[in-house]
């Protein structure tokens, strides 16, 4: 977690799952604004937690140097600076050794006379003529609010609301922030706000996965067509696609998962695999179909569902052990505990390959048989082969 957090960090400048950006020019207007958004989105199924940044929340010791009256006493910014830095901060005179170790020795005025502005008005800066002068003559000495922090992004000054999202997908909860916020916020003219973190990674996903996905279909689709030679066929297989996409939505809805990288990723290996059993499946059929017409013994619609039940038959084992070998690999990945490092990703990516190869198992046995009897049994009566016995 700690690692994640600091990527996190790192990427999006957000350490929460979900975060807000406000772009404006002005610290204290972006302050309101974030404590507005924060206050909005606090009820807000999912919030586990909601915090805006204080921008301008920093409490600060202002000296102000008066540079006329510097000037009346013939002394400098710089001797004026030397003087703050020396007194208040500490200037290290020289080293002290011992043995192996070397330590810096700091000389500054003690604590007693510089730990309020009252005194630090008090210390003494010497002149060019000798003479000593209190800072209080040539110096404004108070305390003020300000930027703690200032952060600048795209040019533009930003503050950060960190959002902790539980129980519900990230893409929802953003969705309905959205629109929470367009009715209840109302940003002055030149500021912005912008979702960030974890969110700006499923936007990416996203966008991307409407090229990887129908690209990934089509790939599947030109090797099946090519291997097989008929669309009828290349059809037939890819029905294993809604089979498995049955088993994939069961499972996600018992474990409680979202849609997330890892279950896209789950997907479209899952399709490959679906893919490769449908053709084999189809395979034992054509052959057993093969073997009978070559002979001339399908002579009825009952000779038809004969060879197909026989063909279908065979299948059962080696797609049996296909699916068991894959669960057996699959299941260590499922039973891990989810505080597990890793565990969190590989399990959401396991998950839907788990459902949906159950489902595709079982609906390709019931299915596939019926639908490729409809097909044969229409080429069948098209050629006048058989009867409707």
Excluded: C
């Excluded at 002005?26 to 915090?51: N, Q, Y």
């Excluded at 703690?148 to 040019?155: A, Y």
């Amino acid at each position: 977690m700690p690692i994640k957090s600091r990527i996190d960090m790192l990427s999006t400048g957000v350490r929460t799952p979900v975060g807000v950006k406000i772009y404006g020019d002005d610290l204290h207007e972006i302050e309101a604004i974030g404590a507005t958004i924060e206050s909005t989105l606090r009820p807000l199924k999912g919030t586990r937690s909601v915090f805006a940044e204080r921008t301008a929340a920093g409490y600060f010791l202002n000296i102000d140097p008066r540079r006329e009256d510097l000037a009346r006493f013939g002394l400098t910014i710089a001797d004026f600076q030397m003087t703050v830095a020396a007194a208040v901060g500490g200037e290290n005179v020289t080293y002290t050794i011992e043995g192996r170790e070397r330590f810096p020795v700091n000389i500054r005025y003690p604590r007693d006379l510089r730990n309020n502005p009252d005194k630090i008005k008090d210390i003494y800066i010497q002149t060019p003529l000798g003479a000593q002068i209190q800072l209080g003559q040539v110096a404004d000495v108070y305390l003020a609010s300000g930027p703690s922090m200032i952060r600048n992004e795209n040019g533009r000054l930003a503050g950060y609301v960190f959002i902790d999202v539980a129980g519900r997908d990230i893409g929802g909860y953003v969705k309905e922030a959205k629109s929470m916020l367009a009715k209840s916020v109302v940003l002055p003219a030149g500021y912005s706000i912008q979702f960030s973190g974890q969110f700006e990674y499923m936007e990416r996903v996203k966008a991307r996965m409407k090229i990887v996905l129908p690209l990934t279909l089509l790939i599947i689709f030109f090797l099946i067509r090519t291997n097989t030679g008929s669309l009828i066929k290349t059809g037939i297989i890819f029905l294993a696609v809604p089979f498995s996409l049955i088993g994939v939505a069961i499972t996600l809805f018992l474990l409680r998962y979202h849609l997330s990288i890892g279950v896209w990723a789950g997907i479209i290996a899952l399709l490959g695999i679906d893919a490769g059993m449908a053709i084999y499946m189809l395979l034992y059929l054509d052959l057993a179909y093969e073997a009978q017409y070559k002979l001339g013994k399908l002579k009825s619609l009952n000779d038809l569902k004969d060879v197909i039940v026989d063909g279908a038959a065979h299948r059962i084992r080696p797609k049996l052990m296909t699916v068991a070998t894959a669960f057996i690999g699959l299941m260590p990945i499922m039973l891990a505990r989810s505080s597990e490092i890793g565990a969190d990703v590989t399990k959401r990516i396991a998950a839907p390959m788990v459902g949906g190869l159950l489902t595709s198992f079982l609906m390709e046995l019931l299915v596939y048989p019926a639908v490729y009897f409809l097909w044969k049994s229409w080429e069948l009566k098209k050629k006048g082969v058989t009867k409707n016995e």
